[in-house]
């Protein structure tokens, strides 16, 4: 209706300048933080999009803004109802103002407030789209970082690596573990695999067959790998459970392990054990 987009327009500036008022005086708790220019910036963005629709006779702009908006907002720490109030704002300001500027004129008013709720809608919806989207990229990349910190692939010496491993493990970190060792092997050319046990807190039968899994992926890119920390207890309770480890090496500390690891490359070291003996 060329009458309501043709006083939305003469009152864009006053729309986006008592909207960022506003909002600022509600004490939005992530507008706050930002200068009084920068909430006016984006507002006058806002309004712009709505009478880019408005003209258009589309709901496009003012979605892909808010979708955008989103993005950018949630890398900062704000939370949709930020900015869903915010926009609240400006859309009760012209249906405040349109009250007055077609006090006798429904079906303008109408026209307003049925665009008004088809924006509203496409711009929460996109709004929590790419929030989601960019929360689930964050979860993502603190998962791999929790991953990368929980099985950290060590150069101890030349040609050997070690893989000490803390907490739970099941299928899909069995499968990520297994990827970072190959990836480590291949990376620093190593000969033996050091694989640490002691840390973990689930060492049963389905575990272990993971972990064996994973010794054996090493032997086919060329290592040799070896069990570190596997106590008599857990020794014992892999054998009641089926599981066989056999055909690898078990160690009963990183000292033990280190010390076999350098016996595979031809080199000793007399370590603190044998040293305490003399």
């Known amino acids: 209706m060329q009458r309501v987009i043709d006083v939305f327009q003469a009152r864009i500036e006053y729309y986006a300048g008592e909207s960022s008022s506003r909002v600022l005086a509600s004490n939005n708790a992530y507008y706050a933080r930002l200068p009084p220019e920068m909430v006016r910036a984006a507002v006058s963005r806002v309004f712009a999009a709505v009478a880019q629709d408005l003209v258009s006779g589309t709901v496009r702009a003012f979605p892909a803004l808010l979708g955008a908006i989103g993005g950018q907002r949630a890398d900062h720490g704000a939370r949709v109802s930020d900015i869903l109030s915010g926009m609240a704002f400006g859309f009760e300001l012209v249906t405040e103002d349109f009250g007055v500027q077609f006090a006798g004129d429904l079906e303008a008013r109408l026209f307003w407030e049925t665009t008004r709720s088809r924006l509203s809608y496409a711009g929460a919806m996109a709004l929590a789209d790419t929030f989601l989207e960019a929360r689930e990229a964050m979860v993502r990349a603190q998962g791999e970082e929790i991953f990368r910190l929980s099985a950290p692939i060590l150069p101890l010496y030349g040609g050997i690596l070690l893989l000490p491993l803390v907490g739970r493990i099941d299928a899909e970190r069995a499968g990520r573990i297994t990827l970072a060792l190959l990836e480590g092997i291949v990376t620093h050319a190593a000969e033996v695999a050091l694989i640490d046990v002691t840390g973990l807190s689930n060492?049963?039968?389905?575990?272990?067959?993971?972990?064996?899994?994973?010794?054996?992926?090493?032997?086919?890119?060329?290592?040799?790998?070896?069990?570190?920390?596997?106590?008599?207890?857990?020794?014992?309770?892999?054998?009641?459970?089926?599981?066989?480890?056999?055909?690898?090496?078990?160690?009963?500390?990183?000292?033990?392990?280190?010390?076999?690891?350098?016996?595979?490359?031809?080199?000793?070291?007399?370590?603190?054990?044998?040293?305490?003996?003399?």
């Not at 972990?211 to 054996?216: K, Q, S, V």
């Not at 090493?218 to 055909?247: N, Y």
């Open 203 to 278: 060492l049963d039968a389905a575990v272990a067959d993971h972990l064996l899994g994973a010794a054996r992926a090493a032997r086919l890119v060329g290592a040799t790998p070896a069990f570190v920390g596997v106590s008599p207890a857990m020794a014992t309770a892999l054998v009641g459970s089926g599981s066989e480890l056999s055909g690898f090496e078990t160690l009963s500390d990183l000292e033990d392990g280190l010390h076999y690891a350098l016996g595979r490359l031809g080199k000793t070291v007399a370590s603190a054990r044998a040293r305490r003996k003399r």
